[in-house]
């Protein structure tokens, strides 16, 4: 496995992701709004995952995501992505170790970043990369079909036949 750029992807969000979680905690308790009416910081813990599921089992939830981790790593070894494709996997790898650490050495996941034009669950940068990341892994496999040439043995021409 060579070193590639997109790689660089996962300690940036892995930084972004600590940063954050470690300044949460000393925000004003009603938060702190960043754009009135859209975006605000406010300080909550999850102690499940997505939407607080699973809640109380922090432990079971960071061996659980170590094995999601693993297999990922394994099957980043195995392929040659193309940039897309691995940029979108880098994303979802970074989120994945910054929840996991949290859930393995905090008990719960801090959470901040409240969007108030919708109602949504509080998440943070790992929330945000994982979704991000999955949502660019549907465009590739859905609309980029020569993301996965290569793999599926369907080498399309610049024409696209």
Do not use: H
Not at 6 to 35: C, F, H, Q, S, W
Not at 51 to 77: D, E, K, T, Y
Not at 93 to 113: E, S, T
Request: aromatic content about 6%.
């Amino acid at each position: 496995m060579r070193l590639r750029k997109e790689y660089l992807i996962v300690p940036a969000v892995l930084a972004a992701d600590r940063v954050l979680k470690l300044l949460a905690p000393r925000l004003p308790e009603e938060g702190m709004t960043l754009i009135p009416g859209m975006l605000q910081l406010r300080f909550t813990v999850n102690r499940g995952i997505a939407f607080s599921l699973l809640s109380g089992q922090p432990r079971l939830l960071g061996v659980l995501s170590l094995a999601v981790i693993a297999g990922m790593i394994l099957f980043l070894r195995k392929k040659e992505l193309k940039p897309f494709p691995l940029a979108a996997l880098m994303l979802m790898l970074g989120g994945a170790l910054g929840n996991a650490a949290d859930r393995l050495l905090l008990g719960y996941v801090p959470d901040m970043i409240e969007l108030l034009f919708v109602r949504f669950a509080v998440f943070n940068a790992a929330d945000a990369a994982l979704t991000i990341g999955c949502g660019m892994m549907l465009i590739s496999l859905l609309l980029r079909k020569n993301d996965w040439a290569e793999q599926t043995g369907e080498r399309k021409t610049d024409d696209g036949k």
